[in-house]
């Protein structure tokens, strides 16, 4: 037998790295309290894009997968990573799942093993939080019985070009041999190992990552809506700017942020700094209003565009494309696309939503899905482009939408408003 790779998680995070796992030769158990989606992975049917069913019912085949919503299962383990989600809950860090998972994992702990943390969270948490429940648990202490890291995800899904192997991956441990190990396991994963100096230089790592994104998407947000009212084409003063070589990097106007990461990760840092230095981040937070807002400023603008054409939003045909967060994905947490649907429904407008990634089961009660047929584009009284799958026949939309909202910029002519 090979070496016993534990994965708590089995989502957009966990699922790839163990199917990576697997490839690389180690005997993996994925471990995950949803007892429907262990029964999906165990039948070979996959949630996740970036792993299909053939990819799934291979793993099985090589004897080296399985998944279990039972910690049982994952006992003499070699390494362990931690991939659970880390919500807000009323703007403060939720840990629940980080403490249940060591809680669990603690008892099952051997010396000479080694644990990974990968889900994001605020500096300190894998050495202030976690370890002291993986040292209570299991009566060894780190890095004397135990070795103990953290290393960010980097999970882009949907993400043809920059997946899991390839993508540089930043690694971290309590001390010199626990890194050394650790570096060794995601040698075996990733083509390159980006090693640091502590578990805190890594964590911070992850939140600068996604905090220097959300800040970029509210300033050009922002500035799409004034742009707008100066009459000024923000996508053209985009395009223009990106043909700079150095200096500049683009970032696009949208109907918001979206995922586990950018309307959550970066509050984790301003929660840090404002309990540990009593400080407001002020950039998160001002960042934090502008693409909350966004959802409610695309309302906004529906309202005036049908108010020009003598249609209130109440009793209005809505045709939103695309509900997931990002495009050619169907992760629709925290999706400002259902923020939008919400908003219409609760206006008394008519929502229907095409899309064909994410899982009717997922959606806001009062939206009726359909398929973006000519038929559905030109019945509906306003066609609005909330995330721009490549799926979606642009071409068709504008030709048989009336008035179309893009706030992708995926569509031209003169029946199209852009964001």
Sequence with gaps: MGEKLVVVGQGYVGLPLAMRAVDAGFDVVGIDLDEWRVKRLNAAESYVEDVDDDLLAAAHRSGRYQASADYADAEAFDVCVITVPTPLREGVPDLRHIGSAGQSLAPLLRRGATVILESTTYPGTTEEYLRPLLEEGSGLHAPEDFSLGYSPERIDPGNARWRLENTPKVVSGIDAVSLEKIRAFYGRIVQEVVPVSSLQVAELCKLLENTFRHVNIALVNELSIFAQQLGIDVWEAIDAASTKPFGYMRFTPGPGVGGHCLPIDPSYL??????????????????????????????????????????????SRVLLLGLSYKKNAGDCRESPAIEVARALWKLGADVRAADPHVEDFLLPPGIEIVRPTGRELALADVVVILTDHDCFDYELVEQMGAYVFDTRNRCRGPNVERL
């Design 270 to 315: 301003s929660w840090k700094v404002k309990r540990s230095l009593g400080h407001n981040f002020r950039f998160v937070e001002l960042a934090n209003d502008i693409n909350d807002h966004m959802p409610d400023h695309v309302v906004h603008r529906l309202i005036l565009g049908l108010n020009q054409r003598c249609k209130p939003i109440k009793g």
